[in-house]
């Protein structure tokens, strides 16, 4: 969290009802920008995210992530005095996320539109599994059940057999989205004087990264296949195994790289224009053959001298590295973020800011803020905010 006023949301309040990965990813990308978020957790417990793992020092590794730069209080929402506390830090609030299930919260009286016909300045952001209606608005929507519902998983992996992409890609993604979502709230907040609500469900997130196999399903009735390291469409563009066992994947998508692949990888610019491989759909038709001479000439050399070939060239590459090598990765940058049993090194913010560089704030302890947070946003009258 930014304690510059410079900051893009600096003076933002945001309230979340989170856990997981989805709204809190979300919470502490508004942190990261400068505003002030205050995390509601269960009492008792708190975030179940708290409890995933021990690997970042002893604490999770997904909570520590996501939850840099917040505050958090615990609160019994069901208890009447609690209600009122967040019911107080509610109409001094900017923002309020949450991603229980749906309809959860109305039976209190917390249900988005209630609460901003309540607080008309409030912008309202819900995040679920499938959306508040449909046949499966109350089916559980982890990440893993969302890659397989919507069809990411039969994209994704070999022929052999579908994969699960290896990081909690639906929660990422829709956690971005709704993050941009907010921001385009405020936004219009700032030009009307009104907040709105947005919702966004992971199943109709996953469904539009999804458009272009669907496409080709809907138009062409044509399957989306799974290539491994490898493209569908595109030919070369995958993985091939140096001397030493390394993979490196190249991509060669227009007619001047495939020339200069030709004459300085594989030694033989006639191939260029040689009738089986003179633009790609050839290359496609005729992809056993030209793996062969590939897979041939990366055997000779060890990836390091194959990458500085590929660099000389000017021929897209990278290296298949593992989570060590992304650890020592030149290109790597890191911030730390101090949490309840020490400091741990993240990956530094994605996003760069002209007005300097942005300071992550402490990932908090279960009900760290508790006490001033309640004294903070004590119920002046209880006829005012009681529901």
């Known amino acids: 969290m930014s304690g510059s006023n410079s900051a893009p949301l600096s003076g933002t309040l945001v309230v979340t009802l989170e856990q997981a990965v989805a709204a809190p990813f979300c919470s502490s990308r508004l942190a990261d920008a400068g505003a ?37 209080v615990a ?11 967040l019911l107080r830090m509610l109409e001094n609030a900017d923002v309020f996320i949450q991603n229980l299930l749906p309809g959860a919260l109305a039976k209190l009286g917390l249900d988005s539109a209630t609460l901003r016909e309540r607080f008309p300045r409030l912008v309202t952001c819900d995040i679920t599994g499938y959306g508040e209606d449909g046949p499966m608005r109350n089916a559980k929507a982890y990440d893993l059940l969302v890659q397989c519902e919507s069809g990411l998983a039969s994209v994704t992996g070999t022929p052999d057999a579908p994969g699960r992409v290896g990081v909690s890609v639906c929660d990422i993604a829709t956690g971005m989205t709704a993050h941009a979502a907010i921001c385009e709230a405020l936004i219009g907040r700032a030009r009307t004087g009104k907040g709105s609500g947005v919702s966004v469900a992971m199943f109709d997130v996953m469904a539009d990264w999804m458009a272009v196999p669907l496409l080709y399903h809907d138009y062409l009735g044509k399957p989306t296949p799974r290539v491994g390291l490898n493209h569908a469409v595109i030919c070369p563009y995958g993985a091939y195994a140096c001397r030493d066992g390394q993979l490196v994947v190249i991509a060669v998508q227009h007619q001047g790289e495939w020339m200069r692949f030709c004459e300085n990888i594989l030694g033989d610019p006639a191939l260029a224009t040689d009738p089986r491989f003179h633009d790609n759909s050839a290359r496609l038709g005729n992809k056993p053959e030209l793996e062969t001479l590939i897979r041939a000439v990366f055997a000779s050399h060890d990836r390091a001298e194959m990458l500085k070939l590929l660099d000389a060239a000017g021929i897209a590459f990278a290296a298949v590295n593992d989570v060590a090598a ?39 302890a279960l009900d760290a803020d508790g006490e001033a947070i309640r004294a903070e946003f004590a119920a002046r009258s209880q006829d005012r905010i009681r529901p």
């Open 75 to 85: 609160l019994d929402i069901k208890a009447e005095e609690d209600r009122a506390i």
């Open 36 to 72: 002030r978020v205050i995390k509601v957790e269960r009492k008792g417990a708190g975030d179940f995210a708290r409890a995933y793992d021990t690997a970042a020092n002893g604490e999770s590794a997904y909570f520590t992530w996501l939850n840099r730069g917040k505050e958090s």
């Open 326 to 364: 992304l650890s020592g990765h030149p290109q790597l940058d890191r911030s730390t973020i101090a949490t309840p049993s020490g400091e741990i090194d993240v990956p530094a913010p994605p996003i760069r800011r002209s007005t300097g560089e942005t300071t992550l704030g402490p990932c908090p």
